[in-house]
Every structure is written in structure tokens, then in C-alpha cells.
């Protein structure tokens, strides 16, 4: 791509769209005109590989998260002019810098949504057919705001400068039905450019539009609220991701908001076809492969066999056949929560002719159970219409032809725990995909310097071929390698306590030990333990009893959803701790206790290549797999954490000597979970009993809002959901404190450190979404 020529593109484009310049725009306007010029450039590419697609056989990604992060350095840097780009701005006196934080698609909440961009990325890099299909949120998730020390949510809207990476294609919508209507879905497509290489696939978004927007006829009888009603009901589809379900209102949004991006995507993937192929079905397999996501997308395969029966006359069995072959399915947690369910009343009054047709899958896998010798009671517990429910996980087990975890031990637990009956029966269709991350934007455009140092050592080629970071490991006794590791470390720790300031005002030392913990904010992942023991080292600290304690900043980044009140109540006492520690004279030289506000994709780009310490402290068999492990293990983190997900594949690549691994593991949780008493412990321990006791005797406050109670019941007495300590805080917690003043102690060996640094970088080629989408690619899609 030639420069001057983009840069004339984007100069025409600031004239015409904003009446300005080079010299006069402002950093929003000049992050549009030169992503729209780029578009443009890359347009004639980006429609033949469309065009090229309908030729072979198609992956397709549905997932309700696509956590893209910044499109405007990701694409520059994939099409090779980012660095020219910033050369020729700052020639004329422009701040590249300043247009860093303009966009950010906040279209996901954690790692599922990472990963889906991730591997979107990867496929598009190794010229591998894969489209994305998912929902155009118009607020994304949400933006966080820390109000005494409370989240609280505002909205997020991402599309407020515009959206240039977009092209919405009013000619291919189409129409979801629901039960009480009707609406349009608009697809917006989005290029994903692979990096170094002529491939563009697409991120096909959908957005939601009424059939009618404005009724004239109520609006004249004065019925205002009757004449945009259409126009609400279909924007609410599209506003948010995971809109609060608490009430009856919610889950009924988040079933159609699942059914409007499924229906819309299968019926996309069957214009595709007929268009290429006519009705000829039998073929669809052999050019479709479509991998759902998660349990959000998995009435898409019930919709396939709709449309298939009802528009082109299929039977059923043929139709379910295809569906069969068509789909692939990855699962992503154990969870019971996350393990879809609905009631069928509600599922049926909101879909009410796929409903029909999941009856009928439910019927064929009775019959199928039957006739493979279940009894009774077993076949009832396979069943996907069971005890008032429409069961997501068991349609989306039995209405594909792989289900995969993300994690050896996770695919472990699927097989002999979580998923034991389903293995047993169709042990063929189970595999482990363990899952990655992409090193172009977690190590060449988020750390810089580390890049560009590998660069110097003669050590290429490593933005295709994570696995060229091995060449890395003959540095190990190399004092001046380790030194400008060290070097580096502490330059991205003085980058994020200036970026820090710049945001939120607070000033943290960047000599300090940096141990961080950023993940979505749920119980098991259990930021309170790492809350809990802080507070142990803060009395340790003010008592003299440790000594020789390396001054060290402890990071927190996390969203909780909007309904979760208990994961609301840890980031309150999370902030409580802050604000006792960082205000004593005795340990604000010592600690520091910082939640960073509305943590998010270029949050993470800043926090990441800064951190020492990467906290992965999840219970033992509870986090699937994980990726912040992986882009922490990147950028020359060491983890600390427990034996679970990929840390537990981490410590394997890179030495358990080289990160700091404590607690339980699934075989002792599985042995004493009958049996477990953390009140013995609470009551037996008196460091643990005076940690604990602070959500109650007055030492923080939470604003008289009764969550600190409710946190400390959880723990001690349980609720009507789950047991006492029902993630095991108080069994880990002695442990994990000595392991995290172990890794205190060895910070101070700094020559020491960096080898396990060194250790970490040099041992992350596996996880690669490169490798796991290729396994995606030979092993499932087989494309």
C-alpha cells in the first residue's frame, strides 16, 4: 500500500466529511479519515476474497462476544504502514499517541470475546476461510465508573466519532420472526486483514431495525408511546451485551438477542450457498463448517433445520443430518450457570416455531438413547426438554459433530465429570483445542520495545511463528540480555503509571513490584482471596513480622455485570483496602492498592507488558482455560497461580521453577468437598479470622448496603445456591500468601527474575492462536 496515496485518501476524506485538514482536524477526525482511507485501499482485495470464498469450503464463527479492541492500530500495523504512518504525522507535528484511545469495540466482557477476535485474526494471517457473525451492539457492554469505591455502569458508546472499519450492506438483511413480531437485521461487515498477506475475511455484525419505525396513524391519535413502540423493541435488541436477566423482562431480551443473531447468521449461510450451489443440500456440509461459540448461538442449529424443512421442504431427518454435520461446538466453562437453560413456557412463547422443531431433536435423541440400551432415568437425564427447561448445552452436544474444550484439564473434566454420560456415549465427537492468544497485538503492537529488542538478537519472523520465540532461550545466562529485560520492564512500568495519572489522577511508583490481577469479576476467578491477602501482609507489615518486604503495587482490572450484587460487593471492599493502605504513613511506602476504572482491550495493552506478577488464582478445575495467563506469559510475566486451566500448561512450557504455583489441585478439592468446613478453618486460624472479620467489625464500610455481610456469610454460612465457601477462599489463602511473599522475596534477585522472565517468553510459542486456530482448521473444520 502506498502512503502518500492513503494520506491523500484520508486528507480528501477530512475535507469532505469535516471541512478540515491535516493541521487543523482533531485526533477523532483524523483516526476516521485515515481508517475510512485504509478501507478504501483495501476494498478491491477484501471483495474478491469474498468472491474467492463461495469456491471452497466455509468456516463460519458465531459468537454474542467479538471483543475487538482498537481496529485502528491492529490494521495499520497488518497492512505494514503503521510506522510509516506515525513517521510521516510526526513530520508534520501531530501526536500519533493522541489517537490511541479514540476507538475501542467494546462489543465483549471478557476472554470468550477475546478469543473470538483473536482467532479471527489468526485465521486471516495463515489465509484460513473463516467469517465471524455476531451482534452489533450500539452501548457494547458497559462503561465502568468507581463512585466511593462502588461500580457503576454508564453506558459505552464505541460509535460516538463513527465507525470506519464498517460497511453496512442494507442489500443482504434479513428478517427475524419472533412471536410477538417482526424485525430487520442490517449485517455491518468489518475486514479482518490478516498480517502480512493478501487475505481479508469479514466480521459480519447485525444491528437490529424495525419493520416499520414510525406509525403516523398512532402518533396523530396522540398514541406517541404506540407509534415508535416497533422502533424500541428493536433497538433494545441490539443496545447492550448480556442486558440484566434478573426479571422475567431480561431473560426474554437475552433469548430473542440469542435467537436474532443465530436466525440471522444461518440464514446468511444459506443465501450463500443456494446462491452458489441452488438447493442441491447435500452438499452443505462439504462448503459450511459453523462453530458455535459458547451456548449463546446454539438455537442457530434448530433455525438451520427450520429454514431447511420449512423453506425448502427437507425432512426432518434429513434436515437434522445436515445440521449435524454442519456444526461444531466449543464449550467454555463448567459452570452450571453458564450451561444454558430456559424455561419452556418463555422459550416457547418467544419462539414459538423453533420450539416445535427442538421438540422434535428432543424425540430423535430419546429414540437414539433408547436404542443404544439407556434406561429410562438415564435418557431423562440426557434430555434437552427436562424438568421445565429447554437444555442449550444438550442440544448443542447432540446436534453436533464435535464439542471441544479449551484446556487439557478443562476436556479432562468435560469427559469425566462435567460431560461423563455425553463422553461415554459419543466419546468420538470430544477433543481439546487449547486455546491462544495472538502475538500481534499482545506483543507487537502492545510492548514495542520488547518486540523491537527480540528484533535486535536476530530473533524474526516471530509475528507468524510464535515458536521462533525459542531462539530466545541460548540468552539465559547472557547478563546483558537479562538486563535489558529488566531495562524494558521498567520502561512499560513508568508508560503505565504515566497513563494511570493521565486517567484517573492516582500516581503509582513504578519501582514498585507490579502484581496484577485483570479478569472479568466473577467468585471463582476470586479476587477476594487476592483482596484477603493483601490484608494480610498489610498487618504483617505493621506488626514487623515480615521483613525485607519489596515495595509492591497490587493492580486490580475487572468488570462485574450489572446483576451480580456479590461481585459489585469485592470491588467495594477491594476499594476499602486501597483506601486504608495507601493512606497509612506506615505502608504507603510499602503497598499499593489500585482497581483500575473501566478496565478494557487497551487497558490490558498498558497493564499487561507492565506487570511482574500475573494473578491466576481461579479454584483448581473452575476456569476453563484462561488468556490473560497466556499474554501476561508473553511479555515476561511469571504467574501466580494455582494448578488450573492452561497454568497448568504454562508451567509445563515454561518450568514450574520459573512461576510461583500454590493451593489445591482438582484431585484434593474432589476429595474433601464432602467433607469441607472453612468455619473450622476461620475458627482454628486467627490470621484468617481477623482477615475475614474485617467485612464485618467495622474496619471498612460498604455504605450501609449489607453486601460485606452478605460476602462474609458466603463464605462462613453459604446461601440457598451453594455451600460455605463454595470456592474454596479459605483452604487456598495461607498458601497462596506464602507464595506471593516467595515471589516478593525473589523479585530481589533481579538478574534471578529476569531468567524466569526470559524462561516465560521463550516458552509461549504454543499458545499462539495461530496454532490453535490450525488445529481449529485440520482437525474440526477440516479445511
Known sequence: MKINTLLRTAEGILEAKYFSNFETATGEQLNYAISRAALIHIWPRWQDNMNKSNDRKQAYYISAEFLMGRAFYNNLSALGVLEEIKSVLQSKDIDFNGLEDIEDDALGNGGLGRLAACFLDSAATHDLPLNGYGIRYKYGLFRQKLEKGFQVETKDDWQQYGDPWSVRREDERVTVEFGDGTVYAVPYDMPIIGFGTETVNTLRLWQSEPVEDFSFTDFNQQRYEKAVKQKNDADNICMVLYPNDDKNKGKILRLKQEYFMSSASIQDCVRRFVKRHGADFEKFPQYNVIQLNDTHPIVAIAELIRILTEDYDLSFETAFSLAQASFAYTNHTIMAEALEKWDIKLFRRVLPRVYNVVVKINRRLKRELSEKGLNEDEISSLEIIADGMVHMARMAIYGTFSTNGVAGIHTDILKKEALKSWYSIYPERFNNKTNGITQRRWLSICNPKLSSYLHSLDIKDFEKD???????????????????????????????????????????????????????????????????????????????TIKDFTPTAYIFGAKAAPGYYRAKGIIKYINEIAKLVNSDPDTKDKLCVHFVENYNVSYAEKLIPAADISEQISTAGTEASGTSNMKFMLNGALTLGTYDGANIEIVEKAGVENNYIFGARVEDIERIKGSYDPKKIYEDKPQVKRILDTLIDGTFSDENSGMFRELYDSILEGAGWHKPDNYYILLDLEDYIEAKLKANREYNNREGFAGKCLANIANSGYFSSDRTIREYAQDIWKL
Open 466 to 544: 510464535l515458536d521462533k520465540l525459542e531462539a530466545l532461550n541460548s540468552y539465559r545466562d547472557n547478563c546483558d540480555v537479562l538486563s535489558a529485560l529488566n531495562r524494558i520492564k521498567s520502561d512499560n512500568k513508568r508508560a503505565l503509571s504515566d497513563y494511570i495519572y493521565k486517567k484517573e489522577g492516582v500516581r503509582i511508583d513504578p519501582s514498585f513490584i507490579f502484581d496484577i490481577q485483570i479478569k472479568r469479576l466473577h467468585e471463582y476467578k476470586r479476587q477476594l482471596m487476592n483482596a484477603f491477602s493483601i490484608l494480610a501482609i498489610y498487618f504483617r507489615i505493621k506488626e514487623g
